[in-house]
């Protein structure tokens, strides 16, 4: 069965400091990893996908399959980053299964 | 087009009353997932349908709980003789084809239900 940990309920940071939101997983295939952005008021949105390798927001995730980690990046923390941010793994295969952690929630400080 | 729509955002029942939840995909998809989100847990994948076809019920509990995506209208997630563990977030989410690799699910607002 699959598993995703996030082991930090609340991560305060002030604006302008870097920003590390941690994950784990635990899935014996070839895993596919997301990361899921809820702004206050607004609902769950994709944020990036493993796969596509890019940046959104000046955030990253680099799946690291040695560490069964892809934790979230970004170099300098903006209050509008403020959030709660999900990672998710998705079980590939006909269609897409989707397991969320439990959930970071980020607070900037400014 | 105006996203996954909920309804309704905020269902108050009785233990022992039935809850329906209504969840109408994004235009043009024609996947449905339903997640619950209990107090200070993450979301829980519950079921996933396709038009008339429920695919994948293994997050369902097995007793009380149902969930149907017919060919008109919204999919319903009933839940009967609710008991105050059923207190929760649930959200619906709606994806296009899926065809084996990972097609965003959308999300709604959710719903959420609390048994007194």
């Known amino acids: 069965a699959q598993r995703v940990t996030q082991p930090e309920k609340l991560l305060s940071v002030f604006k302008g400091a870097p920003v590390e939101l941690k994950c784990n997983y635990s899935?014996?295939?070839?895993?596919?990893l997301f990361w899921y952005v809820q702004y206050s008021r607004q609902r769950l949105q994709l944020l990036l996908r493993h796969i596509s390798r890019e940046s959104i927001k000046g955030f990253t995730a680099d799946l690291n399959k040695g560490e069964t980690s892809f934790h979230l990046k970004k170099p300098f923390a903006q209050e509008e980053d403020s959030a709660m941010y999900y990672c998710?793994?998705?079980?590939?295969?006909?269609?897409?299964?989707?397991?969320f952690g439990t959930g970071t929630k980020l607070q900037v400080i400014p | 087009n105006a996203g996954v729509m909920q309804n309704p955002r905020h269902l108050v029942r009785r233990r022992g009353q039935e809850a329906r939840l209504r969840c109408s995909p994004m235009?043009?998809?024609?996947?449905v997932y339903w997640y619950r989100q209990l107090p200070e847990e993450g979301l829980k994948f519950m079921v996933y349908l396709q038009k008339e076809n429920i695919i994948d019920e293994s997050g369902m509990p097995k007793e009380r709980f149902s969930a149907e995506f017919p060919k008109e209208g919204p999919s319903i997630l009933r839940i009967q003789q609710v008991v105050r563990g059923d207190s929760a977030a649930y959200f619906c989410?709606?994806?296009?084809?899926?065809?084996?690799?990972?097609?965003?699910?959308?999300f709604g607002p959710g719903t959420r239900l609390t048994v007194l």
């Open positions: 998710a793994l998705g079980v590939s295969g006909g269609y897409q299964k989707v397991t």
């Open positions: 899935y014996s295939g070839s895993p596919e």
């Open positions: 235009k043009g998809h024609s996947h």
């Open positions: 989410a709606s994806s296009s084809s899926t065809g084996g690799s990972y097609n965003e699910q959308f």
